[in-house]
């Protein structure tokens, strides 16, 4: 991850750092602007090249197309409503039409759109409801590319065809999984038997990446050249992040790192009944990404888990405990634990997949988180909001009593939330997915609910504490689940540390070992900044 100032665009020569605080800009800062603008297009059109921005803008163009026309129908359908009396139809006017519309010309953008979904869904604190909450149905199952494709992105990555046939016994032509900028395949490594999954880039998708986000980012400078008001709203920061989060993850050497940090603190904190997939680094490149393939069921399926252990809730207190271990002992904690990404493996230990989202937090934040959580325990609400107060950014001076007293009346409604959105065990395969896409969307209401205590009290929250909460809430649907008698903040197994040190004497308690297992944890360079949308 990146700094905010280190990705941050530098500011148009004047034109947005003076800007005024009302109105346009003057002729001086347009030109000003207009001159830097010109420069920073031809330098984004030299790095796209212009077959990669003609195709694009083609394809673009078609979706744009699409887009109107279905809005078009809305529109009439709406309009027929209303004249004949009717009103059932919802009006396409309203900010969650707009959401939606967005959400399916997003989609049909392909790769980098759906993924600026996905970083809209899982940044609560950054964008509105609407948003957050349809871009949650941001689909990314595309179609696979043929294996053919596949094959040459292999060869040409790991030595040619026939580095291929000698390091592989078998690559299965068919995917395990096609997602819209990696497809899964699975394969067995000649030299030890041993089944791995590739996980290989898509072809193109780097192209459409540097087409698309170089429009973005010209896009985001246009306005603040155009918009002075705007400017000052963080645009730049905003997009800067989202850039960063998307050449992260189709750069697959930062998910190898990723899973190398976490395994090597599986390994030093003694974890031993967890386990995240083992990285063959001289079978990996930023294009393809070779992984032990682990076998297993989601940590929602009761069935399937029983059929590897006699214990589920045994198996989710591991996974709480190993990534609350995670969060205070690894520099990164898996931020992206849905239901497909935790497994309950064949000898019943818990997998941890997919590191393509990882988050951070720096030294303060995680003291902040720290006393959350102890308030949390404690039902401690004045706590609680100290801690909040003490992350977040604020222009004004927050009052804590009404902050602590809005928490309360929050958390209150949220132990007493319906319970029955659980997965039942003997579903049909499809309408599983669907009450588990219910689960899924309430934890993003719980979410939005934390951030909208804050954000009416005054505060905004870093977006790197989202991502925290989110896993938090997902946990909690876990235990819903699969241990509905479990009360995990008091049920002595399971462990939530709230500093290195206690952390420290978990790994102990478990492995029986004396000592530190501190890890060389850097910190410093971490991205849980602040991004404030609101104009000022
Ligand atoms: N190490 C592994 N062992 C077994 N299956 C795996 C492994 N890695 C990935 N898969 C399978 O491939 C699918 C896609 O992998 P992964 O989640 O890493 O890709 P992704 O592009 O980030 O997908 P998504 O956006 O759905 O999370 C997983 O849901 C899982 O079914």
Not at 35 to 55: D, K, T
Not at 174 to 192: E, K
Not at 292 to 318: F, H, K, N, Q, W
Not at 417 to 438: F, G, N, R, Y
Request: proline residues 5%; hydrophobic residues 40%.
């Amino acid at each position: 991850m990146t700094t905010r100032s280190a990705e941050r665009p530098p500011p148009a020569s004047g034109a947005a750092a003076a800007a005024p605080s009302v109105g346009l800009p003057s002729l001086q800062q347009l030109f000003n602007g207009g001159q830097a603008l010109l420069q920073e297009s031809l330098r984004v059109a030299r790095e796209v090249g212009p077959r990669a921005g003609f195709a694009r803008t083609l394809s673009a163009t078609k979706a744009f197309s699409e887009t109107a026309r279905d809005v078009l129908v809305e529109l009439r359908n709406y309009q027929q409503q209303q004249q004949q009396g009717g009103g059932s139809a919802g009006s396409p006017f309203t900010r969650a039409a707009l959401a939606k519309s967005l959400r399916q010309l997003f989609e049909r953008l392909g790769a980098t759109y759906i993924k600026i979904g996905q970083f809209i869904a899982s940044s609560p604190t950054l964008f509105p409801e609407e948003f957050v909450l349809e871009f949650q149905k941001c689909l990314d199952q595309s179609a696979p590319v043929p294996y053919s494709v596949v094959r040459e992105t292999l060869s040409a990555e790991l030595g040619g065809d026939k580095a291929l046939t000698e390091k592989f016994e078998f690559i299965d032509p068919v995917p395990l999984a096609s997602a819209s900028i990696a497809q899964v395949h699975v394969a067995r490594l000649r030299a030890t038997g041993e089944e791995v999954v590739l996980k290989v880039l898509k072809p193109g998708v780097t192209d459409t990446l540097k087409a698309d986000l170089g429009f973005i980012y010209l896009a985001s400078r246009l306005i603040e050249t155009l918009a002075p008001d705007l400017a000052r709203t963080s645009l730049g920061d905003i997009v800067a992040d989202i850039r960063s989060s998307i050449l992260e993850e189709v750069d697959f050497s930062k998910e190898q790192a990723n899973l190398e940090e976490f395994r090597m603190f599986l390994d030093q904190a003694g974890v031993t009944a967890a386990t995240c997939p083992k990285v063959y680094p001289e079978l990996s490149t930023r294009k393809v990404l070779t992984m032990e393939r682990l076998r297993g069921v989601s940590l929602i399926d009761l069935e399937g888990i029983r059929a590897y252990t006699d214990d589920p809730e045994g198996a989710l207190i591991t996974a709480l405990n190993t990534w609350s271990l995670s969060v205070v002992l690894c520099p990164s904690f898996h931020a992206d634990v849905h239901s497909g990404n935790l497994l309950v493996l064949e000898d019943g230990r818990v997998g941890f997949i997919d590191f393509g989202i990882v988050g951070r937090l720096s030294p303060e934040t995680w003291r902040a988180v720290t006393e959350v959580g102890e308030g949390f325990v404690g039902q401690d609400y004045q706590q609680i909001a100290q801690g909040l107060i003490r992350m977040g950014a604020t222009a004004a001076a927050v009052d804590e009593e009404k902050l602590a007293a809005d928490l309360e009346a929050l958390f209150e409604r949220v132990r007493t939330l319906d319970p029955q959105v659980v997965v039942v065990a003997d579903m049909e395969a499809q309408t599983a997915a669907a009450s588990v896409a219910v689960d899924e969307d309430q934890v993003t209401r719980l979410l939005l609910e934390i951030v909208d205590v804050a954000s009416s009290n005054g505060l905004k929250l870093p977006r790197q504490f989202g991502l925290l909460i989110k896993q938090s809430l997902y946990f909690d649907r876990y235990t819903r689940i699969l241990a509905p008698t479990l009360d995990p903040l008091r049920d002595t197994r399971v462990n939530f540390p709230k500093t290195v040190e206690e952390a420290e004497v978990v790994v102990n308690s478990q492995s029986g070992r004396q000592g530190s297992r501190r890890r060389n944890v850097k910190r410093g360079d971490i991205d849980d900044v602040i991004i404030d949308v609101t104009p000022k």
